[in-house]
């Protein structure tokens, strides 16, 4: 069992996770032997088109899965212990105090015939036993800390700016004191500036509160502003992992290249978007080998009959024969 006293430890552990969901007569494989770590403090980013993954990841973890998915494979350990994110009953104990997950629309998150203190207040009086009076001062604490006046707690979501609703879902994620919080995607439906005040407030809580962050997200700009790592996901897998600096400045597989070569640079001459050819493949008919086969500009012989394992690369990991293959020439050239 792992030993969380040392410092590098992680404090998650997604362990080959693969995941099922029943669509009418067939199955699809939503996502397949998922492995990552996240320790403390640590922010992670999921990126990928629709339907890579991102979110059911993150609702696996989080023991949130619709009725027909089914957890096929592997396991989620939370401080070496295993989740038990197949059951919702025996899952129950642990949202909210150990994970907590913050949701993308707020105002369909929120409910709107009760006031936002009575909302915010509500898993502190069932988690955490608190009496009202106690749970109702935490929630006045918590409206403070994420930048909202204390008074405003009497106010129904509806007559909140969408800025100030997702903070109201941010402090709703605090309340019970969890390691870890998950945004799914909490800042795609705002402006510009007030997308970036709750970026600078997820930042400031992660330093002053040591929580650990996994953000999905489709946009890049926000994985540069908010986190230290990104795994970027296609078809249900992890295909590159690794800090954000190194994948911005030296992207290693081709689908990671074209999704950041997709994001227009005005300082380097990009003013246009640059799309990437073709579509994401059908989960239930994936194409054979890498998935990314029938869009790859690099793509091999090898691509089109072998799935690429996720393999160290550098100071991160990458799926991809041709990295592999270039892998296996210098260790030959070293040695000849």
């Known amino acids: 069992?792992?030993?969380?006293?040392?410092?590098?430890?992680?404090?998650?552990?997604?362990?080959?996770?693969?995941?099922?969901?029943?669509?009418?007569?067939?199955?699809?494989?939503?996502?397949?032997?998922?492995?990552?770590?996240?320790?403390?403090?640590?922010?992670?980013?999921?990126?990928?088109?629709?339907?890579?993954?991102?979110?059911?990841?993150?609702?696996?973890?989080?023991?949130l899965l619709s009725a027909n998915a089914l957890v096929s494979g592997g396991e989620v350990r939370y401080r070496g212990e295993r989740l038990p994110i197949d059951d919702d009953a025996a899952m129950r104990p642990h949202r909210w105090s150990e994970t907590s997950v913050v949701f993308q629309g707020a105002m369909n998150a929120l409910n709107p015939v009760h006031r936002i203190i009575k909302q915010i207040a509500e898993p502190c009086r069932l988690k955490l036993r608190m009496?009202?009076?106690?749970?109702?001062?935490?929630?006045?604490?918590?409206?403070?800390?994420?930048?909202?006046?204390?008074?405003?707690g009497t106010a129904y979501p509806h007559e909140l700016s969408g800025g100030m609703r997702q903070r109201v879902m941010i402090a709703m994620a605090l309340a019970c004191r969890p390691s870890i919080v998950i945004g799914d995607e909490p800042t795609t439906a705002l402006d510009v500036i007030t997308q970036a005040q709750i970026l600078k407030l997820l930042g400031d809580l992660r330093s002053r509160l040591n929580l650990a962050l996994i953000l999905i997200t489709h946009d890049l700009s926000v994985v540069a502003e908010a986190c230290d790592r990104v795994m970027i996901m296609y078809s249900g897998r992890i295909v590159e992992d690794g800090t954000v600096g190194e994948i911005f400045a030296k992207p290693k597989h081709p689908y990671t290249k074209l999704l950041i070569d997709s994001i227009p640079n005005p300082a380097k001459g990009k003013r246009m978007i640059r799309p990437i050819p073709g579509d994401p493949p059908n989960l239930v008919s994936r194409p054979s080998g890498c998935a990314f086969h029938p869009?790859?500009?690099?793509?091999?012989?090898?691509?089109?009959?072998?799935?690429?394992?996720?393999?160290?690369?550098?100071?991160?990991?990458?799926?991809?024969?041709?990295?592999?293959?270039?892998?296996?020439?210098?260790?030959?050239?070293?040695?000849?």
Not at 9 to 36: H, M, Q, T
Not at 132 to 150: D, H, N, S, Y
């Open 1 to 63: 069992m792992t030993d969380f006293s040392k410092d590098n430890a992680p404090l998650l552990e997604v362990d080959r996770l693969s995941v099922d969901y029943s669509l009418k007569a067939v199955s699809a494989r939503a996502i397949e032997n998922v492995s990552f770590g996240l320790r403390a403090g640590e922010a992670v980013a999921l990126v990928g088109e629709s339907g890579s993954g991102k979110t059911t990841t993150a609702m696996a973890i989080a023991g």
């Open 131 to 152: 009496s009202r009076g106690e749970a109702t001062a935490r929630a006045r604490e918590l409206l403070e800390l994420v930048g909202i006046p204390a008074d405003r």
């Open 295 to 336: 869009r790859c500009p690099s793509a091999m012989a090898v691509c089109t009959t072998e799935v690429p394992s996720l393999d160290p690369l550098g100071c991160g990991r990458v799926a991809c024969h041709l990295h592999q293959s270039l892998t296996q020439e210098d260790k030959i050239a070293a040695h000849a």
